[in-house]
């Protein structure tokens, strides 16, 4: 039958809240899939749907092959892998007991200074593989090494999800947020460049690009954002107009008032191959100015 033939077996690490629980959400709830999310159990995690739970330790290897020896996994996303040494023992634990390997990659593994930047931007399977835990690296190398340690040691397809800075209403970093306090509140923000452009993609849409990429079984690194760009300065505007404050910029303040998108030049993402496979992305300029209203009269409730 048709449903049967297109259920699924999937385990998701690390689905307890964000776009990692939007996509538990979504699978579940097409009443197709058998999902099975790994956390770390610290709070209890109301799902939309029939969900089985497992307690994962994501550092400790012997806790990975406990979640691998419940498949086999049809599909495995990996939200919560950060480093070389987690990426690696993922290959050993799950070897023969995956079909697709997902893993939440990031734009920071590419260097700024192209525009845009596609995937062929950063190699994983030429990038020189070295090992450490998590602390051993700032972010983007620990993403870099680990779609390495999997593209070269892995025995299972993997693809790489790229993607930029995640907006939502269910932002736990509140960066967007940040930005709206500070204009509402008069408070001063550092930006070193206000021309410098940005690629975003909501929490929603993440989810959804994720059910799409286990669906269509892509593999390799691709990326994923909305289409269009916006400068930081033209961020601000947006506040501005919503809020009717004016944003008070400073090229540097203290660094609580920094903002979490100054970036030093443009960083953008080409989602050229998502496209051309078949995905069809929602356009930046149609959700961020309903996503700041959205915010701004949260915050004035607040």
Not at 29 to 52: C, D, I, L, W, Y
Not at 206 to 235: H, M, Q, V
Request: include cysteine.
């Amino acid at each position: 039958m048709e449903g049967e033939k297109d259920m699924a077996k999937i385990l998701v690490l690390g689905g307890s809240r964000y776009f990692g629980k939007r996509l538990v959400n979504l699978l579940a709830g097409s009443g197709v899939h058998e999902v099975t999310v790994a956390t770390r159990g610290q709070a209890e995690v109301q799902f939309g749907g029939p969900v089985t739970q497992l307690r994962l330790d994501r550092t400790d290897e012997n806790s990975l092959r406990e979640a691998a020896a419940a498949g086999p996994w049809d599909i495995v996303y990996d939200n919560i892998c950060f480093s070389p040494n987690e990426a690696l023992a993922a290959a050993r634990a799950f070897q023969g007991r995956v079909g697709h390997y997902i893993l939440t990659s990031t734009l920071s593994v590419y260097k700024l200074g192209k525009v845009p930047l596609a995937e062929a931007d950063f190699d994983p399977y030429g990038y020189e593989l070295k090992l450490g835990d998590k602390q051993a690296f700032d972010y983007g190398e620990g993403k870099r090494l680990a779609e390495a340690a999997l593209f070269q040691e892995a025995d299972f397809p993997v693809s790489a999800l790229r993607i930029p800075i995640v907006l939502g209403p269910d932002d736990y970093t509140r960066r967007l947020h940040f930005h709206v306090e500070h204009v509402q509140q008069g408070l001063p923000i550092g930006v070193p460049n206000l021309d410098a452009a940005i690629s975003f993609i909501t929490s929603a849409e993440t989810a959804k690009f994720l059910a799409w990429l286990g669906e269509t079984r892509l593999t390799g690194p691709i990326n994923a954002c909305s289409d269009g760009e916006i400068t930081i300065g033209g961020i601000l505007r947006l506040i501005e107009s919503v809020t009717g404050k004016t944003a008070l910029i400073e090229r540097e303040t203290a660094p609580e008032h920094q903002s979490p998108f100054g970036i030093p030049t443009s960083w953008v993402m080409d989602n050229t191959k998502a496209r051309e496979t078949g995905y069809r992305f929602e356009a930046l300029d149609e959700w961020l100015p309903e996503l700041v209203r959205h915010i701004a009269a949260s915050e004035l409730k607040e």
